[in-house]
Each structure stands twice: as C-alpha cells, then as structure tokens.
C-alpha cells in the first residue's frame, strides 16, 4: 500500500519536540481556556467516546478502549490508563467547523408583500481540538479544500478554522475498521497541527511536537523538559506498532478509473439490497459535506429563519427535480457516495475525499464496507446493464 | 436581494412569466443561460434560468412551471409582491465567444425549454449579421403547452429565424409538425462544419437530440446542453446538484455534449 498521494500532503512540522507529564496536559487546557477557546475533546459519554467541552484532563476517558467492527461500536475497559487508548469515535471535528445546524438569516414580513432580512449572529467562540488523529488531520485539510479553495468560500468555515487549535494524537491503538495507512493518512500524525502528542506505553509521559508558531507559544506556558533519545525512540515505536494493528486495506490502485469505468457494475445493485439508505456514513464521514437550507417558520408565519442542516446524498429528496428525483434507486445513491469519495473527488478537489478512518464502516448498521465494496467492483465479470440501462429499452 | 412585481403573465395552464424590478440594489445581470435563485420567505427557494433579455435597462423576467411548493408560490405572485432574488448563478451558453462569429446556430428548445433560450434569441436577433443561419426548432407536447407563441410567429414571420415547430399531439388544424423536436434537425440550415447548437429541455429529449445533431455532423463540443439539477446553493457548496465530476449549478448548467454524454448515457446518475 503505497503513499501515493491518494490524499493530500501536508506541511510538515517545523518546530521541535518536547516531553510533558500529564499535569502539564491539564495545564495546557486551561491556558487554553483561559485565552478564551473553548476546548473540544474525547470524552465518555453515551455508550461512545464522543466529542464534546473539557474542562479539565479528568474529563478524558483514561483507561477506555474500543472493539469496532463493520455495523459494531462497543467501549471496552482498557488494562491501563491511557488517556487516547481508543480510535475514532462517531463524532468528528467537522461538526465543529461545519455545524450540522446553523442560523444564516432571519427574515420578517413587513407591510403588504414586503419583507426585511436580517444575517442571524455567528457563533465565533475560538475552538481548540484536543486529540485530533492523523486521519482527522487529513480530513481537515480536505475540509479546507472544500470550504476554503472550492468554487465558493464559506464564511463560517473560514471564520471557525482559521481560529481553531489543533493539539493532534498519533495513534496507538488502532481499530480493526480503520485503513489510515492504505491512504496514506496515518498512523502518525505528519503535518498540518499546532501541538502533536505522542502517548508513550510507560509512565504518563507524553512527546509533544510542535507543528506552528502558534502549538510553539502554547508549548513555553506550560511545565515541558527536552526529550531523551529513547523516547524520541518510543514515540516513533508507537507509530510502528499501531501501523502493524492495522489489517484493514484499501488499494488505491487505478481506484478513480475503477469508480468510472465501473458505473453498470453488478455490485450497485448488489449493494442496494443491504443498504437502509439511512445516511449514518455520510454524517459520521469527516469530509461530507453536503448540506440543505430550510425555512423554519413561526405559527403565524411573520418570522422565517433560513438554517442550514447537513444533507446526505442518500436521502430521496436530495436530488429532487421537478417533482421527482435524479437517482430514485437506492444503488444509484450509493454509487454517487462512493464514486465521489473516491473518484470525482478528485476532479473537483485534487484529493480523495476518503481519508481511511472507517467511521462509515463502523457506523453502517448493516456493516457495509467501502473497501470490500470496491475489491467487488474489482472482480469481473460487470453485469452489462445494473442501474444503468441502454437508450433502446427507454422507448 | 429584494425585487417587486411589475407584471405576470400566464404562459400555459401552469406556466407564469414573472417580470421583476428591483426595490433595492439590483443582481448583476444574468447571461443567456444563466440562473436566479427566486426566493418567498417562509416558503423557500427555487432555481429559475432568464428566459427575458440579458441587459442592464431590462426588468429581470423568469418564466416558472408550478411543479412544487415554492414554483406554485411563485407563479401565485401578485403585482407589487416581492420577491427575493440570488445570483445570477452558472455558465452561461458563452455568446460572447468570437468562436461564434459568422457560425449557423441551431437552436433546440423542449417544452419549458424554450424559456432560458428565448434570452439568446434576444440577443442573436439583437446581433443578427454577426451570424449565419439561424434555425429554432420548438418541440411540446400539444399546442396549448408552446411557450411564447406570439414571439415565435414575429421570429418565423421576419425571416430572421427558421422557425420550425412541433407538437407531440396536435389539434385539427395545427399548421405546423406533429413528433418529436428530434425529427426537425434535417430541417436545420447552414453548414454543419460551422454550426453551434444551443440545446434545452427534458433530459431525454436532450440526449436524442445531442445525438442527432452530432449524428449530422455537428461538432460535440459546439453542442451545448442546459441540464438541470437540484440546484440548492448556486455556488457549487451545498452539493444537491452534482452530475459526476460537476455541480451543474457552478460548473453548467450550460456544458458541452462532449463533456457530458457518458454521464448522461447512464440512468439515475
């Protein structure tokens, strides 16, 4: 599985590394906090590690694992106390810069026909992410392409990320869903933070490497010593043995012309009878980003709020036109997820916008896995006519 | 933006022309082929191409088929009611391109497709010694559905259009063709090697006559489409309106038949 530049390259770091104990984790969030950020974190809570407010390092899920598999999410009780002993959860950090709901404008009628439009106020409190992983870091810098380079800029993006610090984690313990490494996304964390964190296996030592001037500033209030060579060692070695965890693979060969050529494949609708269409994998996914505009009226229809919510290109009313739908079939909706992760994507993005953490995996109720689905549009023969259908049989 | 009714025209039993002032700083102005977003707070937004005159003196006129709840709405509009207006939004058909210069154009309208057509019938009229032959062939599906009968007898009757029409059933009496808007493109004039084709309407309709004028003999990358999708946003964000590699709404709505027929020769893409 080469890193063959299926995903995005990231800046590489500039700063040095550190070592900080725990108690100068706890530190770091509160010169955090006390600079006004919010900071956003793992935290235990709903039978998940989820992504919400910290306040203090007591609010992190030391000790706590995962078990993932296709259609399975459950917690397990780690045998020590690491504080990120788990991989991705069913949050991401997406929702952070990208709100699943957000006010755009509210709008009042006024005299006879009239009315008068008002931007509803942003919510800009600064954000810091505290254990973001590699592929999360990819996953950003996909975002970035999307909202920050793409055919528009989206103001509320702009605003969130260009305040956010990123404190990333390498990753320790993989799970069995993830394929960071087939994406060349991860284990460890190459680029694109402010601190990255490397939990060593003994004691409560952490090796900090500083990714910006920023991550640089933050590193000097808070209590760090040099670090050995043996744990500039160990901190490599964590990245080692994660990467050999990982035995999920995606391969990325030919994928974009696969996804192309492939559009009559027999597996579409072979797909469609276990897909529930219910868009679990595109809200878990850390690059969808889609999304509908509704109207959300008052009772007297005076008032109308314009909000956005995130949309997912597996519901039917997603490509409505003219009192239908473009893709009504269940295997045409699946197609265009995935021929867009991992194929037209790049047509408009320059990058893949899969970035291997398998959340869509984990998340499907019916386990559906993107990498087996494409090693079965791998396999030929292609049934001639699947969703797809000949111009004669349309008269 | 907010615009008020000027004036509304029933076009056909669930077609409306809408023609809009500005009752405050007006959108730049739309390009043949290029889109608004209508907007009725409380109700929603709707994508709707110019189907009036692309100029800066010229009202902003959208011509709008009640299909769902906010076209209905908006074909509902009384005089002096306003109107949310976002854009204009896409590609436009590209007139301006010298390419153009001295071509035969070849202008293929389906249905409700005439309407973001009648913009660069405008405007080719406006410039008609800067082209060769130019020929409209108008398909719908019975008499009473053609768009802007009045404006295609004026064209037909100045010689400066070929103007031929058909219909897919027809009244006693109907002077014109009775099929498909494809079976008018041998009726085409001018040189096939210096033809531009400017194509809009049903998707189907649109993939047979591509075909067909590529078929003539007609270059697929001077054979431009109109496609429609679910455009939401309008600046290629909010991805409702993907077809492959586009957003219709930012990449198109107006492509080239060489760019788009592979996409468009598969169902439900």
């Known amino acids: 599985m080469a890193r063959d530049g299926f995903c995005l390259d990231l800046e590489p770091p500039t700063g040095e590394a550190a070592v900080v104990g725990r108690d100068a984790l706890d530190a770091l969030i509160a010169v955090l906090r006390a600079d006004g950020y919010e900071v956003i974190g793992p935290v235990r809570r709903d039978g998940v590690i989820a992504l919400a407010p910290v306040t203090t390092l007591g609010d992190l899920p030391t000790g706590w694992g995962d078990e993932q598999q296709p259609g399975h999410y459950r917690l397990v009780g780690r045998d020590d106390d690491a504080l990120f002993g788990y991989a991705v959860g069913p949050h991401s950090w997406k929702a952070e810069l990208f709100p699943p709901r957000a006010d755009l404008y509210e709008v009042r009628r006024s005299g006879s026909g009239g009315f ?6 942003p919510d800009d409190r600064p954000r810091a992410f505290l254990g973001v992983r590699a592929c999360e ?3 950003l810098a996909v975002q970035d392409r999307v909202f920050l380079e793409g055919a528009t800029r989206d103001p509320v993006y702009a605003r969130r990320r260009a305040q956010a610090v990123v404190i990333a984690v390498d990753c320790g313990d993989p799970s069995s869903s993830c394929f960071c490494a087939s994406m060349g996304t991860g284990p460890r964390v190459t680029g694109g933070f402010d601190l990255a964190l490397t939990e060593l296996a003994t004691g409560d030592a952490l090796v900090v490497r500083v990714g910006s001037d920023r991550g640089a500033a933050l590193l000097a209030r808070i209590p760090h010593r040099t670090p050995t060579r043996d744990e500039l060692d160990a901190s490599r070695e964590v990245s080692r043995s994660a990467e050999q965890l990982l035995r999920r693979r995606l391969d990325t060969t030919g994928l974009r ?17 276990r897909c529930l269409a219910c868009g679990n994998c595109t809200s878990v996914c850390p690059t969808c980003f889609c999304s509908s505009v509704e109207e959300v009226t008052d009772l007297a229809g005076e008032r109308a709020v314009r909000r956005r919510s995130w949309a997912s290109c597996f519901s039917q009313q997603f490509s409505y036109l003219n009192g239908g739908t473009a893709r009504a079939g269940i295997g045409a909706r699946y197609r265009q997820w995935l021929s867009h992760k991992l194929s037209t994507w790049f047509d408009q993005y320059g990058t893949s916008g899969c970035v291997g953490c398998g959340r869509c995996i984990t998340w499907c109720p019916v386990g559906i896995d993107l990498t087996r689905e494409v090693v079965a549009l791998r396999t030929r023969p292609s049934s001639a006519t699947a969703v797809g259908m000949s111009l004669a049989e349309e008269l | 933006m907010r615009y008020r009714v000027r004036a509304h025209f029933r076009e056909t039993h669930d077609v409306v022309t809408v023609v809009l002032d500005p009752a405050e700083e007006p959108v730049p102005v739309p390009r043949p082929g290029q889109f608004c977003m209508l907007w009725l707070p409380g109700v929603g937004e709707s994508a709707i191409s110019l189907s009036g005159r692309s100029h800066p003196d010229e009202p902003l006129v959208h011509t709008v ?6 076209t209905a709405a908006l074909c509902a509009l009384g005089v002096g ?3 949310g207006v976002r854009g204009p939004f896409g590609r436009d058909f590209g007139l301006d391109d010298p390419d153009l210069d001295g071509a035969d154009l070849a202008i293929v309208a389906g249905g409700l497709g005439l309407a973001p057509l009648r913009p660069v019938l405008y405007r080719v009229l406006d410039e008609r010694d800067r082209f060769g032959e130019v020929t409209l062939l108008v398909g719908a599906r019975a008499p009473e559905e053609l768009l802007y009968p009045d404006e295609l007898e004026r064209w037909s009757r100045s010689g400066a259009v070929a103007v031929f029409q058909t219909v897919d059933r027809a009244w006693p009496n109907w002077p014109h063709e009775v099929g498909v808007v494809t079976q008018l493109v041998p009726l085409l004039r001018g040189r096939v090697d210096r033809t531009w084709a400017f194509v809009c309407g049903p998707e189907l309709m649109m993939r047979y006559a591509a075909r ?32 492959g590699p586009f957003f219709v709404c930012h990449d198109g709505p107006v492509l080239e038949w060489s760019r788009v027929e592979s996409l468009m020769a598969v169902r439900e893409r």
Request: charge should be negative.
């Open chain 1, 116 to 121: 008068e439009v008002q931007a509803s106020p």
């Open chain 2, 212 to 243: 067909s004028l590529v078929g003539r003999g007609i270059r697929p990358e001077r054979v431009l489409v109109s496609l429609e999708r679910n455009m939401q946003c309008g600046f290629g964000l909010c991805g409702h309106c993907q077809l």
């Open chain 2, 65 to 70: 088929r009640a299909v769902g709840p906010v």
């Open chain 1, 257 to 273: 012309e696969l996804l192309v050529a492939e559009v009559e494949h027999a597996e579409w609708d072979a797909v469609a009878e």
């Open chain 2, 81 to 83: 009611d306003e109107v």
């Open chain 1, 137 to 139: 870091v990819a996953a």
